[in-house]
């Protein structure tokens, strides 16, 4: 049998390789290996490694610990092998098996948001999509391959039936439905479709109390499931995630009667702000955190809301929502009740991987997180946090790597395609950079991201007009997103319309007298404006204030006027210091 984790493939017959690169594993390593990886998230002892590595041989006291310090240099990147002090080693990351005869392919599945008839929560449809969607992809063995949430939903803003959805994204089989108020009941009509030819392959209308919501999930997962494979969701393990408190409570449905009704009313809750937190609005997201604190004290056990609450604090941090002090307090809390957080809430580990890089300015707890987190798919909140601490580290090759492979899974993703051009912008590729904001702008002409992204690159490349008339559309849509207003300001700034620059700049002052106003991206204007010493200061603030894009700054070709600035490499050497810490010291298991 053969194992893949993270980058790497251990083949039945003892190659292992690195992306396709072999890699070279003795013996004695290649046997603490497999039996680590056939033992993954158990503890293996010293005494069971060394009889499995050199059998009744004699061997050193120390062999165990030096052979397995010599196997977690040739598995690095990923840190993958914990010490569990005094009691032995366990393979801490996911490793997904294989071998034997191949097995066909397994069909690719497209999950629309459900259509919400009068009466339902606007939330509900996609929000019962969202979670069909992640218990199917996480159910084991697999019965479909579940294709990527935001593209599929993206295409189905745009008004695209369902059949064509599947053609765009090349999907084998369309799940679509709606949910209907009957009396106390939810119902549900939900259908499959072939995209080969768009024939329906069953149909299926259910009726579930409308206090069992999780139950109401349950019932479909099981129908796709027994509609594909022949089979139902598996009780065993349904109820092993149940004593876990793995991913979701949607799993208890099958003893849905039973459930406190704290825990129902925790799961509605969790359910409403998960579909609310993503909507880039600042009183929506706001109170969705406000409900996944809730969620927290209703329900402790409930995993799900957790990573949200951590994903969530993350954004409004970045958005300029969250002072980032808050949202590092929000990260570590959520995180803090759960035992065993790479088995138990793996996703949660790109958030605290950035808490530690840009709050605490711990380089080497960072990456323990991120390497512990490195086999995880794609998901647009895990992959934005990947690819932002790579942005930070000013590794551009990297952050652009992890977004066109994110892209190619999810290529209907604006925010992916936004950030492409980002990276590029960073990383001094400016043609490529304009290219791209170019195609991200034709495909998704009205997205947040596209617009904000695209102003700062047209306008630093020559074309101002275009970026004012991106970045003050974006302002008026969003006036309460204050990063929006600084890129205003900025493409008029290049446009030679400093007064109007500068009232922004007050304006945006004068808030931050009455509340948190996120200003890091306010130096590229003072820089374009000439004042250089405001630039400075602002940056000086970002530092000061741990602001998540504070280390992207320092790259910015905006600010390149600043570089031979004393101040200005005294804050490059933050970022020097961490790295230095982490090739020095990295952080033990």
């Known amino acids: 049998m053969g194992f893949r984790f993270g980058g790497f493939r251990l083949d039945p017959d003892g190659t292992l390789r690195l992306d396709g690169t072999p890699v070279p ?175 329906p392959i069953w149909l299926e209308d259910r009726l579930v109390d409308r206090s069992q919501l999780a139950g109401l999930e349950a019932e479909l997962v099981n129908l796709v499931t027994f509609r594909i494979s022949g ?95 808050v949202a590092a307090d929000f990260v570590h809390r959520a995180a803090e009740p759960v035992s065993d957080l790479p088995a138990r809430a793996e996703a949660i580990l790109p958030a605290l991987g950035w808490v530690n890089l840009h709050f605490d300015r711990n380089l080497p707890a960072a990456l323990w997180w991120l390497a512990r987190s490195g086999h995880l798919p794609h998901d647009p909140w895990i992959t934005r946090a990947r690819t932002l601490v790579a942005l930070s580290r000013h590794r551009f090759g990297e952050a652009a790597d992890l977004l066109q492979a994110a892209i190619r899974v999810d290529p209907w993703s604006a925010w992916l395609q936004a950030r492409l051009a980002w990276t590029h912008h960073l990383g001094g590729n400016a043609a490529l950079s304009v290219e ?32 004012v008339d991106l970045a003050h559309g974006l302002a008026q849509r969003l006036p309460y997103l204050d990063p929006a207003a600084a890129v205003h300001a900025y493409a008029l700034a290049m446009a030679g319309r400093g007064r109007e620059a500068r009232a922004i700049l007050d304006r945006l002052e004068w808030l931050g007298r009455e509340r948190y106003v996120m200003n890091t991206f306010a130096p590229a204007v003072y820089a374009a404006l000439g004042e250089h010493e405001a630039a400075l200061a602002g940056l000086r603030a970002a530092a000061d204030s741990r602001c998540p894009w504070f280390f992207q700054m320092l790259a910015d070709p905006r600010l390149k006027l600043l570089a031979e600035r004393p101040e200005f490499q005294s804050m490059l050497g933050i970022l020097t210091g961490m790295e230095a810490d982490a090739e020095r010291d990295p952080m033990e298991e």
């Open 25 to 199: 594993l003795p013996a004695p390593e290649l046997a603490g290996l497999r039996l680590l990886l056939e033992r993954q998230g158990q503890v293996v002892t010293r005494l069971e490694l060394k009889q499995a590595i050199w059998g009744d041989e004699p061997a050193p006291a120390d062999s165990v610990s030096k052979c397995l310090t010599s196997l977690r240099k040739r598995l690095e990147p990923a840190k993958c092998i914990q010490t569990v002090y005094r009691r032995g080693y366990r393979f801490c990351m996911k490793a997904r098996p294989f071998g034997g005869a191949p097995s066909a392919p397994l069909p690719r599945l497209a999950i629309l948001p459900f259509a919400n008839s009068f009466g339902i929560p606007e939330y509900l449809g996609p929000a019962v999509a969202q979670e069909v969607g992640d218990r199917l992809a996480a159910a084991q063995p697999a019965a479909v391959s579940v294709l990527a949430r935001e593209s599929v939903f993206a295409l189905a803003r745009r008004g695209l039936a369902p059949r064509r959805i599947g053609e765009t994204l090349q999907a084998d089989l369309v799940l679509t439905g709606s949910l209907h108020l009957v009396s106390s009941c939810y119902r549900l009509h939900a259908e499959m479709i072939r995209v080969e030819d768009g024939g």
């Open 231 to 325: 089979s139902p969701a598996g009780e065993a393990e349904s109820a092993a995630r149940i004593a876990r408190g793995d991913w979701s409570i949607a799993a208890a449905a099958e003893a849905a009667e039973e459930q406190l009704p704290q825990r129902r009313e925790a799961y509605e809750l969790f359910v409403r702000a998960r579909y609310e937190w993503q909507s880039l609005e600042r009183h929506r997201m706001q109170d969705a955190l406000q409900s996944l604190l809730q969620v927290a004290a209703l329900d402790p056990g409930l995993i799900a809301a957790r990573v949200s609450l951590a994903h969530l604090c993350v954004a409004q941090a970045y958005y300029g929502f969250l002072p980032p002090a």
């Open 436 to 467: 791209l904001a170019r195609r991200a702008l034709e495909r998704f002409p009205e997205h947040e991201g596209t617009r904000f992204f695209g102003a700062i690159i047209f306008a630093w490349n020559g074309e101002a007009g275009q970026a």
